[in-house]
């Protein structure tokens, strides 16, 4: 097996979808996001910062009531209502073990439809039984972390590998999906079996809710990028990777939030606009 191949900043730069004079809020990209729980809302509040952060058209959340009135007082311009998207986040501050059957059925409906889905957290359980159901699955990027990762493949009946390169790409293989492995070295596998990496910019990184924040921007750049799963999941960690490492400057390389981070996003996509 051959050694990933680090993604680049130009590389990222080529996969944001920048507004022309002829675009709109819809062209530029919707994304969805059904993420947040009773129990976590906060988690949708830094995922939706992060993904108006990174650039995109609209952001549609549908969650649950607190969640929701946290994610409009941060951010009132994000739309609470149903309607067409172009990529969906969900799984971000939830658990299986207190989802409830109408959320269930809900995101099972997300994971077999027809545009591409980041699946997080508490909603990668469902990536095997969405398969099981159906032979059918929307363009999938699962975003696991080593736990979460190790879990999903005993899932899978996978065994358990200390081989992170081979174990990614024997996950993303058998899923059928594009494979973001978070860690202080990233990769992101695909089902044909290329590999990437990318190192985070700052061991700060390692904190709650950061997570959540890649998500976000994961999604924003899947929503501009729908038939470029593997190179919207690599961009996503580095423009992570980066405000990271950015926000922890503003500190003078002291510990960063997860806000810290999803605040921080704008200025790094900003820079690599003007650099192209």
């Known amino acids: 097996m051959s050694t990933p191949s680090p993604w680049t900043a ?3 730069t080529a996969v944001l979808k920048v507004p022309t004079d002829g675009d709109d809020k819809y062209s530029r990209g919707v994304v969805g996001m059904r993420t947040g729980s009773e129990e976590f809302p906060g988690a949708a509040v830094l995922g939706v910062e992060a993904a108006w952060r990174t650039g995109v058209g609209m952001v549609r959340y549908l969650g649950p009531r607190r969640a929701a009135d946290l994610v409009l007082q941060r951010r009132p311009e994000t739309v609470t209502a149903e309607g067409r998207v172009q990529a969906w986040v969900v799984g971000s501050g939830t658990s299986s073990a207190t989802r409830t059957p109408a959320e ?18 508490g909603a990668l359980d469902l990536v095997v039984a969405a398969s099981a159901l159906t032979g059918d699955c ?9 736990r979460e990762h190790a879990a999903l493949r005993e ?3 996978l065994a358990a590998s200390s081989d992170r390169e ?5 996950t993303a293989a058998v899923t059928g999906a594009v494979l973001l492995l978070k860690g202080a070295t990233t990769l992101i596998a695909t089902p044909s079996g290329t590999l990437r990496s990318v190192t985070a910019g700052v061991a ?3 904190a709650a809710g950061t997570g959540d924040v890649l998500a976000g921007i994961l999604g924003a750049l899947l929503a501009g990028a729908p038939d470029r799963p593997a190179d919207a999941a690599a961009g996503a960690a580095w423009l992570h990777g980066r405000a ?3 926000a922890s400057a503003r500190h003078a390389g002291g510990p960063v939030v997860a806000l810290d981070v999803a605040d921080a996003v704008a200025a790094v996509v900003g820079e690599l606009v003007s650099e192209r």
């Open 10 to 12: 130009p590389e990222t």
């Open 104 to 121: 269930t059925a809900a995101v099972r409906t997300i994971l077999t439809g027809g545009v591409p889905v980041v699946v997080d957290a």
């Open 138 to 146: 929307a363009p999938l990027v699962l975003t696991p972390h080593d």
């Open 155 to 157: 899932r899978l009946g």
């Open 166 to 170: 081979r174990a990614a790409l024997e």
């Open 204 to 206: 700060w990184l390692a």
């Open 244 to 246: 990271g490492a950015a």
